[in-house]
């Protein structure tokens, strides 16, 4: 079965119907019904932080989809701990010429282990990493 990691950027994509990329985000919806997903806690923190200074309805329908996205069966959601970020902190300093976030060399490092070579996002920083991007 094909995997493909999740990223905050489609998550916040799909969340605000003023984004952007959310005609595409949900148009992969439909067609990743059929495959498996994997992402993590920290993308779901991540993604509510950038939902922090919008408006309540919003922030409702962030939270409504996060626990939505946590409890489908259909994705795993990689919990963080200790040695998960210990390993982020390392990509992120071996790579301190990029702009990747904690939570970017996080995500990087769990779709390696993975064996996951598709991130359902628009952000270039894992295409410099050798990714597809499907945004």
Same mark, same amino acid.
């Given at each position: ?38 992402? #993590? $806690? +920290? =993308? ?6 950038? *939902?922090?200074?919008?408006?309540p309805t919003l922030k409702e329908r962030a939270v409504d989809t996060i626990q939505r996205f946590s409890l489908h069966s259909g994705i ?26 904690? #939570? $970017? +060399? =996080? ?6 282990? *993975? ?21």
């Amino acid at each position: 079965m094909h995997t493909i990691f999740i990223d905050t950027h489609y998550l916040i994509a799909i969340i605000n119907l003023a984004d952007q990329w959310h005609t595409a985000a949900t148009n992969y919806a439909q067609q990743i019904s059929k495959s498996r997903l994997v992402t #993590t $806690d +920290c =993308i779901f923190v991540e993604t509510l932080n950038y *939902f922090a200074n919008y408006s309540p309805t919003l922030k409702e329908r962030a939270v409504d989809t996060i626990q939505r996205f946590s409890l489908h069966s259909g994705i795993q959601v990689v919990e963080q701990d200790a040695l998960l970020v210990a390993d982020g902190i390392q990509l992120y300093r071996s790579r301190l010429d990029k702009g990747y976030s904690l #939570t $970017d +060399c =996080i995500s990087m490092n769990v779709a390696r282990e *993975f064996g996951i070579t598709q991130i359902l996002t628009h952000d270039n920083h894992f295409r410099q990493e050798g990714f597809e991007i499907l945004l």
